[in-house]
């Protein structure tokens, strides 16, 4: 079972706070994490991924220790997608994730095994050779999936996987992470609730920097006042002010 707890997280830009004093603990399953823009999810996928540092006073430990202690063999158990990443659209799909395994620092003789089986998992093997240019975009989405799983991260970390997609490749996206969840850690970050309604195994609601509620999505769906109790109801309680 792996663990990643975060203590006393905050992140301020400037005199803008844009998380505040964060305390999460999340062990093996899929994590969603909703809010409206700005709500401070992707300094947060960005400050566990370490690609910036948080506020002094701050702790991530992973498996009990401390992510500064681990250095390298912290960021080898992460796979990352970030949002809006830029493709290479003259690549093709096994070109491109090869160039990213490389990147990773995966040994060269292994590259072309784990390219296949990243591929493969993502079900994107009969296009391997294709260019990504003539990709739709659930496709493109799931090249970038693939390469997230490169070296099979215990962390897998999914910033806004379904952005721009129809719900026909959202679904296929969807059900893909949810293939993909076992014995690992899954942190979706969206603000799309369809996405992580039926997957998630714990929905964290985030708000000016702050969790402010968390729990299953049966557990959360009965805080709705009014309307039917659903998630989606609840989100609406919590950001309608802010659409």
Known sequence: ??????????????????????????????????????????????IITQNIPCDKGGIITWNGTDIKQLGTTYREVIGYMPQQQELYSSFSAARFVGYIASLKGIPANTIKDEVNRVLSLVELSECADQKIGGFSGGMKQRVLIAQALLGEPKLLILDEPTAGLDPKQRVIVRNLICDLSKDRIVIISTHIVSDIETIADCVLFIKNGKVIDSGSVKELSEKVIDGEKNLENLYMQYYGDDL
């Not at 006393?8 to 706070?17: N, P």
């Open 1 to 46: 079972m792996n663990t990643l707890t975060l203590e006393k997280i905050s992140k301020h830009y400037g005199k803008k706070l844009a998380l505040d004093n964060l305390n999460i603990s999340l062990q093996d399953g899929i994590y969603g994490l909703l809010g409206s823009n700005g709500a401070g999810k992707s300094t947060l996928m960005n």
